[in-house]
């Protein structure tokens, strides 16, 4: 057999990629048909809830479960993060810490015996501000964060005798000196929580010594190792399952304590387990996106285009202390002179974890906004100000795709008929509409993928792959791929996804998957067409690289009479299945997928100056993804980061209560998320001149979602004249800002 | 919450239950009873009712704190309506009882009694859900049954309904992965008929 060398067949002959494929789980999850790891119910389950704490720091002292187990259906009470008779006292963080668990035979029993536990507790000082960075410091909640200083090589260097501090600030404050233009502004945006609709969880049993977990993950391959360090087995003896999962933006990717604990009372009871969060619970401990303030201090020159840059920023991510990690400072942008610093406050919540595109949303929107201020200083066009500074970018390569792209989504949005300087639209009666642009980076690097191809002697095709479908569309894709390098319909293929016993795929995370399983699942079927080329080109007495594999028949190219179908061709195989299990590595130099795209975002709203209230007329997105692969889906994905963007620029925040630290609005009438009527008009725009094509898959899911914050944020400035410091832009705080400005 | 209301069962009283607390006794009126005393009627304890889901005469074993959802998705093994918020604020369990969307999180089994339940699963052959598919209304799903009921109740109500009925009368359920622009989409090609 020759070598194959891996392509994508070229745009006109491609049947499927590319093109707009309806998802092939579509019918069972508007059916109610797909089981997700919440509806899989094993005979003789119990259900387990648990008493999250009340407090957001306090040490438990002591647990009575006595009238909780009297509780009729009541089966076990098992301590998480509480003492035992005679244990010390256990130090709690955060609200919503998990403290005891209620194991019934239904839900209602098990909350029943929640809610009859009764705990003593000893309150501490909790402390919860993380706007106030002075505040934090008197309270010794402070940590460093890192930070760093380039200054333009022409204005040398310090002498020997120079302290280098002093001199590197005796250096920028003579380049804000020589600026013509300089804009002193704070931004901030504050925590949101990734509130998945499936709260984090499993349904599990015990086979024997073998752990089945049903797990709400965006991990399947891989969270095997976190139930075995645990509960001391090997990973070998545990199977991981996910067909469907109820949302995973980054914060389902372990076992986590709760999925130990279910793995703990199934061995204590002998019956399956099924322990989901409750939504406050979710909401409170299953994930959060670390918070963001920032001092800034801009320079520009007369062109305004910003020569110097000087930030201090701040923010929570929980108890660990961290903020917005600095590197991006300024996002996307790069002044030729820099000095960043970032200071993580220590509050008493849940610790993040990873949220859509980890940090360039909050980077995004808390410094691009001071790009936007500075044309509202200088009373020039937003747009001239972005595209002028694209001279100066982290990744210089990008700027003519940044300019190209700011271009058409200026097109789309009507720029240039909407526009008007900073707080000088019209107003019609109390509401003013203005215009905001912001623009995002992302790298998108396929993840390893191994995929595990099957054809059988009559022509049936399945796959195997330790992936998992987000709602992605990551199970179509991988048909589509098997499909279209076969030559044969969409529905001939079995695609077997969402189970740890298949052979390995990386993590959903960082917008991998579809480049990992494209990579893989195009390897294995170029690789198992080759042999199957090989057995026709021996039948047909033609070389094996004329032949081609398309409307279900492998033919030799240009004489369409010589061919065989491909249940005849599969009948050459012999008696057994003809196996081939292709191997990714991430990081392998490939001609299937690449990495690094670039997007930008316009939005323009209306404000009404008497309410506060803030309305998206439209958004526009434009984004490069190298080769598209499905349009449809991916077009889902886009749709759906703006969405995002939209929630957390003017209605989500997590709202602790600043004396007892309590995450006081952690149910849905609370916290708040925009509705079907909150999103204007969406537009979708595909950056795809054919050097993208040529650039092979590249991750889609996070890009999408960065920038939108930032046109939301900037787009309001536009419409009043005045700029909303803090997203998400409630109500409140457009009031507020209003009235500081009016003086 | 007017449908409780409405069914004898007051919200007060339901709250008690679902908080899990005590919920001993449930007010039910007597055409919604199983035993078909005049009058409101209190029950306690565990007893059975029937009820017709989708087309099928069921019979499920409550408490007066058993909520609808519960019977679905434990007795009934019909998942697809969802436990998203207590409150009933995300729609994700939406479900038609007597052919009017209600929250099944939020509507005690006992208020169901002798009722008719259509859940999304029966939907398979509606236009709702073809369209939902056809214009990618969905990302995780999860939130998906809820919107085809809440769709397939408003197309009911509104079959003419313009763009902006639409972005005004969906507004019960959320989606957290953000699949608006979708469902507006299939709702608009469902109410041109295409
Ligand atoms: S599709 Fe995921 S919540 Fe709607």
Redesign the interface.
């Given at each position: 057999m020759a070598e194959v060398t891996y392509s994508w067949p070229e745009n006109h002959k491609a049947r499927l990629i590319g093109k707009r494929i309806?998802?092939l789980?579509?019918?069972?999850?508007?059916?109610?048909?797909?089981?997700?790891t919440?509806?899989i119910?094993l005979p003789k389950q119990l259900i387990v809830r648990a008493l999250g704490c009340p407090h957001a720091h306090c040490r438990v002292i002591s647990v009575d479960a006595s009238a909780a187990e009297r509780v009729a259906g009541v089966v076990l009470v098992h301590m998480i993060k509480a003492p035992g008779p005679g244990d010390d006292p256990v130090e709690i963080r955060a609200d919503g810490t998990l403290l005891v668990a209620v194991a019934a035979e239904?839900?209602?029993?098990a909350?029943?015996g929640?809610?009859k536990l009764k705990v003593k507790y000893e309150l501490l000082e909790s402390f919860v501000d993380d706007h106030d960075l002075q505040a934090a410091e008197a309270k010794k909640r402070t940590k460093k964060a890192g930070g760093g200083i380039e200054l333009d090589e022409a204005l040398g260097e310090p002498g020997d005798d120079d302290d280098e501090e002093e001199w590197e600030e005796q250096k920028v404050q003579e380049l804000f000196a020589q600026s013509k233009y300089v804009v002193e502004g704070n931004y901030g945006i504050d925590t949101i929580t990734h509130?998945?609709?499936?709260p984090h969880g499993s349904t599990l049993h015990w086979e024997g010594d073998r752990l089945k977990v049903n797990l709400s993950t965006q991990n399947v391959s891989r969270t095997d190792d976190g139930y075995a360090d645990a509960l001391k087995i090997s990973a070998d003896e545990v199977d991981v399952h996910c067909e469907?999962?109820?949302?995973?933006?980054g914060s389902k990717f372990k076992p986590d304590y709760w999925g130990i604990t279910a793995a703990e009372i199934a061995k204590k009871t002998g019956r399956p387990i099924k322990f989901l969060l409750?939504?406050d619970q979710e909401l409170k401990i299953g994930g959060n996106r670390p918070s963001g303030f920032i001092d800034v201090k801009l320079g520009a020159d007369e062109n305004g285009v910003v020569q110097v840059w000087d930030s201090h920023h701040w923010g929570t991510s929980g108890f660990n202390g961290s903020t917005v990690s600095v590197g991006n400072f300024p996002y996307v942008f790069r002044p030729k002179n820099w000095r960043r610093r970032a200071t993580g406050i220590i509050t008493d919540n849940e610790p993040s974890v990873a949220w859509r595109a980890p940090n360039h949303p909050q980077a995004c929107a808390i410094t691009q906004t001071a790009y936007d201020d500075l044309a509202a200083k200088m009373q020039a066009d937003s747009l001239d100000i972005f595209l002028r500074n694209l001279e100066n970018i982290d990744s210089p390569e990008k700027s003519l795709v940044y300019a190209e792209q700011l271009r058409i989504a200026a097109d789309l949005i009507d720029w240039r008929k909407h526009w008007h300087l900073h707080g000088k639209g019209n107003r019609r009666g109390s509401v003013v509409e203005g215009l905001g642009i912001g623009i995002h980076k992302w790298g998108g690097t396929a993840n390893s993928s191994n995929c595990l191809l099957k054809i059988h002697p009559d022509g049936g095709v399945e796959s195997y792959c330790g992936t998992q479908d987000?709602?992605?569309g990551t199970r179509t894709i991988c048909a589509m791929v098997l499909a279209e390098t076969l030559g044969l319909p969409i529905d001939a293929v079995k695609v077997n996804i969402g189970s740890s016993t298949y052979p390995f795929s990386g993590a959903s995370g960082g917008s991998t998957t579809v480049g990992a399983v494209s990579e893989s699942h195009r390897r294995a079927a170029q690789e198992v067409l080759a042999q199957i080329f090989d057995l026709v080109a021996g039948k047909l007495e033609v070389p094996a690289d004329k032949l081609e594999a398309s409307n279900g028949s492998i033919s030799v190219v240009g004489y369409s009479d010589k061919s065989m179908s491909w249940k005849q061709a599969c009948s050459l195989i012999g008696i057994q299945p003809l196996e081939v299990t292709s191997i990714y590595k991430r990081g392998d130099d490939s001609p299937l997928s690449s990495s690094n795209v670039a997007g930008c975002q316009m939005a323009r709203v209306a404000v009404d100056t008497d309410t506060g209230v803030v309305k998206i007329i439209k958004m526009v997105a434009v984004q490069d993804m190298g080769l598209v692969m499905n349009r449809?889906?991916a077009?889902?994905?886009i749709?759906?980061?703006?969405?995002?963007s939209i929630?957390a620029a003017l209605f989500e925040q997590r709202i602790n209560d600043p004396k007892t630290g309590a995450f006081i609005n952690s149910?849905?009438?609370n916290y708040r998320?925009?509705?079907?009527?909150d999103?204007g008009e969406?537009v979708v725009h595909f950056h795809e001149p054919e050097s993208e094509r040529a650039r092979g898959v590249i991750g889609l899911g996070e890009p999408p979602a960065i920038s939108g914050g930032a046109a939301i944020a900037n787009a309001v400035c536009n419409a009043t004249g005045v700029r909303v410091p803090t997203l998400p832009l409630t109500p409140k705080r457009v009031l507020d800002a209003l009235r500081t400005a009016k003086g | 919450m007017s449908q409780q209301s409405s069914q004898g069962v007051s919200r007060r009283g339901f709250l008690k239950g679902s908080g899990a607390a005590v919920a001993a006794s449930t007010v039910v009126s007597s055409t919604e009873a199983e035993a078909a005393a005049p009058g409101l009627q209190v029950v306690s304890g565990e007893t059975s009712i029937t009820m017709k889901v989708n087309g099928k005469s069921m019979t499920a074993k409550v408490e007066p704190r058993t909520t609808l959802l519960d019977v679905l998705r434990y007795q009934f093994d019909l998942t697809g309506a969802k436990p998203v918020s207590l409150d009933g604020s995300s729609g994700a369990s939406t479900v038609l009882v007597g052919g009017k969307a209600v929250m099944a999180s939020t509507t005690l089994a006992l208020a169901v009694a002798r009722k008719e339940v259509t859940t999304c699963e029966s939907l398979g052959g509606d236009v709702v859900p073809a369209a939902f598919v056809e214009h990618d209304a969905q990302q995780c799903g999860f939130c998906t049954p809820g919107f085809v009921v809440a769709v397939r109740a408003f197309l009911n109500r509104h079959p003419d309904a313009t763009e902006e009925q639409i972005r005004a009368g969906l507004n019960g359920n959320i989606c957290r992965c953000g699949t608006y622009a979708n469902i507006l989409q299939a709702v608009i090609s469902l109410v041109k008929g295409n």
């Open positions: 309806s998802r789980d579509g019918m069972e999850k508007s059916t109610g048909t797909a089981k997700y919440y509806d119910n239904t839900e209602a029993a909350a029943e929640v809610s509130c998945c609709l499936e469907y999962i109820g949302g995973g933006f409750t939504r987000l709602g992605t449809k889906t077009e889902s994905q749709y759906g980061a703006l969405i995002m929630a149910e849905l009438d998320l925009p509705r079907l009527g999103t969406l | -």
